[in-house]
């Protein structure tokens, strides 16, 4: 029956592209409403476990290591298997996860149940909203993985209050059951209607695919551009979505590539001004006189900024390129986060944290479509997952990092000056990627 619905829609007026990427936009509002909501609950799970907030934080930690590092993992096999079952058993396991984590009783069980169980269900969840969209979008790309990852923004501005208001009037261990029934029967109505690719549901795709329009259809076996046009290596199928997933050999081409190694360390040094504005903003801010409020002021204008960014930046990236829009977007989280360091009045910090939110924005609406341009969409989900472990490396190492920094210095501002520099350095990494792989 899901099928016969699915096929219906898809013989309407409107491409049936795009309600996949609302089913991957409800599915990115899930994972990052369940991951950043966990602060509103850390006061409540310190109070419980009576253990200190380094321990608990640590919990926080495993959950972004497993997230996406578990990404790198399940991609290959979201690739074989399809989008719809990874929906169906990340679901069940964020369930379980969350269930586990408001009945556990001492710390390993809450490392257990959130830092592992829930954790891989969203690992799950996260390759199948990030990376499924560009299988059915080609002029659009950007724009609709702009759409689809704008979850981020309004998961967190929904699932935050949302806890606070459950936590008041139960207390957090019923709120994460709610958290859990709600978050499933979301992702179960995006698993409905969800696909692979055009091919699943016979869309037509000529207004996405015209004749040799598709970045990647040009590349040869080895997704060099060649221009001849007759490709038969991993970026064959373009126009139609089909994706049986990528060979080990594939797959051992594709991450040897100086192209592929590029954009990896790229992404680690330009996220890394990512997790210390989340991590340490809050604390920079109390440190020079503006007050805790204030920083948490700043680090929110970055969430709610982020939102309509992606949803307006996807849109020029389409008509710019998108490559070349990302490198910018990285460039400019490096230098506003530098500026930061620099910032004389509240206004000018909350003003950067706005800044930084329209670049993150722009970036985070790009990253798969970049893999795809730079890489083709056959196996997207594998390449993208493995790109991801660049994510829990600069998760991992940063936040600690710049708190070693600052208690070594006494002062934030040479850290955010030399995580300003790392992400510069990473922009011109990616560039250098994309000049690698023929699309700058």
């Given at each position: 029956m899901a099928f016969d619905v699915r096929s219906r829609v898809a013989a309407g007026p409107f491409y049936y592209g795009w309600v996949v990427a609302v089913a991957c936009f409800l599915t990115a509002a899930v994972v990052f409403g369940a991951t950043y909501s966990f602060g509103v609950f850390f006061d409540a799970l310190v109070a419980d476990f009576a253990a200190s907030r380094a321990t608990l934080s640590l919990v926080f930690g495993l959950q972004t290591f497993v997230l996406y590092v578990g990404a790198a993992a399940l991609g290959g096999l979201i690739d074989r298997y399809g989008v719809r079952p990874a929906l169906v058993v990340g679901a069940l396991l964020l369930g379980a996860g969350l269930v586990g984590t408001s009945q556990s009783t001492d710390l390993l069980g809450l490392f257990l149940a959130y830092g592992?169980?829930?954790?891989?269900?969203?690992?799950?969840?996260?390759?199948?909203?990030?990376?499924?969209?560009?299988?059915?979008?080609?002029?659009?790309?950007?724009?609709?993985?702009?759409?689809?990852?704008?979850?981020?923004?309004?998961?967190?501005?929904?699932?935050?209050?949302?806890?606070?208001?459950?936590?008041?009037?139960?207390?957090?261990?019923?709120?994460?059951?709610?958290?859990?029934?709600?978050?499933?029967?979301?992702?179960?109505?995006?698993?409905?209607?969800?696909?692979?690719?055009?091919?699943?549901?016979?869309?037509?795709?000529?207004?996405?695919?015209?004749?040799?329009?598709?970045?990647?259809?040009?590349?040869?076996?080895?997704?060099?551009?060649?221009?001849n046009g007759d490709d038969e290596g991993p970026y064959a199928d373009e126009a139609d979505g089909t994706d049986g997933g990528l060979s080990v050999s594939r797959v051992l081409t594709i991450v040897r590539t100086p192209g592929f190694l590029l954009v990896l360390g790229g992404w680690i040094l330009v996220y890394s001004t990512l997790y210390l504005v989340l991590t340490h903003l809050i604390l920079y801010a109390t440190d020079v006189g503006f007050g805790r409020a204030l920083g948490a002021l700043a680090v929110s204008v970055v969430g709610g900024t982020t939102t309509l960014a992606r949803l307006g930046l996807g849109f020029v990236s389409d008509r710019v390129g998108r490559v070349r829009l990302f490198v910018g977007c990285?460039?400019?989280?490096?230098?506003?986060?530098?500026?930061?360091?620099?910032?004389?009045?509240?206004?000018?910090?909350?003003?950067?944290?706005?800044?930084?939110?329209?670049?993150?924005?722009?970036?985070?609406?790009?990253?798969?479509?970049?893999?795809?341009?730079?890489?083709?969409?056959?196996?997207?989900?594998?390449?993208?997952?493995?790109?991801?472990?660049?994510?829990?490396?600069?998760?991992?190492?940063?936040?600690?990092?710049?708190?070693?920094?600052?208690?070594?210095?006494?002062?934030?501002?040479?850290?955010?000056?030399?995580?300003a520099a790392a992400g510069i350095l990473g922009a011109g990494l990616i560039a250098a990627g994309g000049h690698y792989q023929g699309e700058l």
């Open positions: 592992v169980v829930a954790a891989l269900g969203m690992s799950a969840l996260y390759v199948v909203a990030y990376a499924t969209v560009p299988r059915w979008f080609g002029r659009r790309r950007g724009f609709a993985n702009g759409l689809a990852t704008s979850g981020l923004g309004v998961g967190v501005f929904f699932a935050a209050p949302a806890a606070t208001w459950l936590i008041d009037r139960v207390d957090w261990r019923m709120a994460y059951v709610v958290f859990a029934a709600v978050f499933v029967a979301v992702l179960l109505v995006a698993a409905l209607f969800a696909g692979d690719g055009p091919a699943d549901v016979g869309a037509d795709t000529s207004a996405e695919f015209p004749a040799g329009y598709e970045p990647g259809s040009e590349r040869d076996g080895d997704g060099i551009a060649d221009g990285s460039l400019g989280m490096a230098v506003s986060t530098g500026l930061m360091a620099f910032a004389g009045t509240p206004a000018l910090l909350v003003a950067l944290g706005v800044a930084f939110g329209i670049c993150y924005g722009g970036n985070g609406a790009l990253l798969s479509p970049l893999v795809a341009d730079l890489f083709g969409r056959e196996g997207l989900s594998t390449t993208y997952g493995l790109l991801s472990v660049s994510f829990a490396v600069a998760g991992l190492l940063t936040p600690y990092l710049a708190a070693r920094g600052r208690e070594a210095l006494g002062t934030y501002t040479p850290v955010f000056v030399v995580v």
